[in-house]
């Protein structure tokens, strides 16, 4: 059994549990989930846990994500992307790029967005893409996200492609929507290529095809999942504590905060929570070994 995470590069057409189902047959083993979906039609990053390593897959969604996405403008499909149906068409005036790129400014920082209603989101314990293909709409509420980034790549009259960094919860076939009514038209996401999601970068990913010849070689430590936590170094009896399930006092830390325990000779502990001046542990990964006194009692 492998321990781990898998970089892998989602080809356009298969649905992320496809790819799981292919890594299951690949790797022979059952225990495999996938961070971050991406739809049928998309490409790029998809981060495969396995083993032990799915005890983190929440956490390959928190970090930031960066997307290149092309917006075709004048059509606008049932589901916001190139694979629905276009229900609505309105003319596109040929704009100046200046104009375009003041537009696509106005996205940038803490926003609302509607989600999509062909999505995964749950409404009453139902899928919304099940209501919709149903012909049902629902209300659904603003959700607050951020664009870290927004950046026009090219521009050719009824079509512009941008390079998106966003917070999780970011709905690219939304924001493309919206900007084409910020553009004067209607518009749709024609194609979507993530090309980073926390740690995990297109230039590292791998193809399913490249997997199956040599598993091994692109397996990645399950550490890399948490990544973007602060960094806390313990000595080792504190490391020890905090993996046993042990509230502990540590100097210096921020209640609320989330951070990624270390010890002296670089072990990562897991992840703990401080609260009240203590740090509690909310997943391990490696317990300490029991430590001399003079390594306990190091200034950290």
């Known amino acids: 059994m492998i321990d781990g995470i898998f970089n892998v590069l989602k080809p356009p057409g298969l649905t992320s549990h496809d790819v799981v189902g292919r890594m299951r047959r690949i790797l022979n083993m059952k225990k495999i989930g996938h961070g971050g979906t991406l739809d049928p039609m998309a490409s ?15 956490y390959a969604v928190d970090g930031h994500k960066v997307y290149r996405a092309t917006i075709t403008l004048g059509q606008k499909t049932a589901t916001g992307d190139g694979e629905g149906q276009v229900i609505e068409t309105a003319p596109v005036e040929h704009l100046d790029q200046q104009v375009v790129e ?5 996205f940038v920082g803490r926003i609302q967005q509607i989600p999509p209603m062909y999505s995964a989101l749950s409404q009453d314990g139902t899928r919304l893409y099940k209501l919709a293909r149903a012909g049902i709409e629902v209300e659904r509420k603003p959700r607050e996200i951020t664009i870290y980034a927004l950046q026009l790549v090219d521009y050719k009259y009824t079509e512009l492609t941008i390079d998106v960094e966003c917070s999780k919860g970011t709905y690219i076939r939304t924001l493309s929507e919206d900007i084409a009514a910020k553009l004067g038209t209607v518009g749709f996401m024609s194609s979507l290529l993530r090309k980073q999601v926390g740690s995990f970068r297109l230039e590292d990913s791998a ?7 040599e598993p091994e070689a692109y397996v990645l430590p399950l550490e890399m999942a948490l990544e ?13 504590r905090i993996a046993q399930g042990v509230a502990t006092t540590v100097k210096n830390i921020v209640d609320g905060t989330t951070y ?41």
């Open 44 to 58: 790029g990053v998809l981060p495969v846990f396995t083993g032990k390593a799915t005890r983190f897959i929440e």
């Open 102 to 106: 003041q537009a696509l400014a106005g």
């Open 207 to 213: 193809t399913l095809e490249e997997i199956a010849k």
């Open 228 to 240: 973007h936590f602060p960094v806390l170094k313990v000595n080792a009896l504190q490391g020890r």
């Open 260 to 300: 990624k325990i270390v010890t002296p000779d670089n072990l990562v502990v897991g992840l703990a929570q401080a609260r009240d001046g203590k740090l509690q542990g909310t997943k391990i990964i490696n317990i300490p070994e029991k430590a001399s006194n003079d390594e306990n009692n190091q200034n950290l």
